[in-house]
Nanobody, 127 residues
Framework: QVQLVESGGGLVQAGGSLRLSCVAS????????MGWFRQFPGKEREFVAA????????YYADSVKGRFTISRDNAKNTVYLQMNSLKPEDTAVYYC????????????????????WGQGTQVTVSS
């Protein structure tokens, strides 16, 4: 198992930006695909973005494409989610996750393909 700790959430006005960070410890971080998911109240957790083990490939949900950027620094065991042009509908709890298997395809969006999760960080966008 890998332990994940998110930070960087908060309250921001519509049109603003936030950067989420997720620090990993435990397993070898650099071989796993990392993802960001979010959960709205009363809804299932949904895919936001993923990045390959090397950082060379990324994949985004249509709802955030062009506004959010996922990146990673394997030397720091950290994955980031830069969120720009935030909208009130982006308000949710955001979770980072590590894939169950090494070098999982970055296009996977299923929560069942991710085996380790952070505790979540709240992002609130006011109108």
């Amino acid at each position: 198992q890998v332990q994940l700790v998110e930070s960087g959430g908060g309250l921001v006005q519509a049109g603003g930006s936030l950067r989420l960070s997720c620090v990993a410890s435990g397993r070898t971080f650099s071989v796993y695909t990392m993802g960001w998911f979010r959960q709205f109240p009363g809804k299932e957790r949904e895919f936001v973005a993923a990045i390959s083990w090397s950082g060379g490939s990324t994949y985004y949900a249509d709802s955030v494409k062009g506004r959010f950027t996922i990146s990673r620094d394997n030397a720091k065991n950290t994955v980031y989610l830069q969120m720009n042009s935030l909208k009130p509908e982006d308000t949710a709890v955001y979770y980072c996750a590590a894939s169950k298997y090494a070098r999982l395809a970055v296009t996977t969006t299923r929560t069942s393909d991710y085996g380790s999760w952070g505790q979540g960080t709240q992002v609130t966008v006011s109108s």
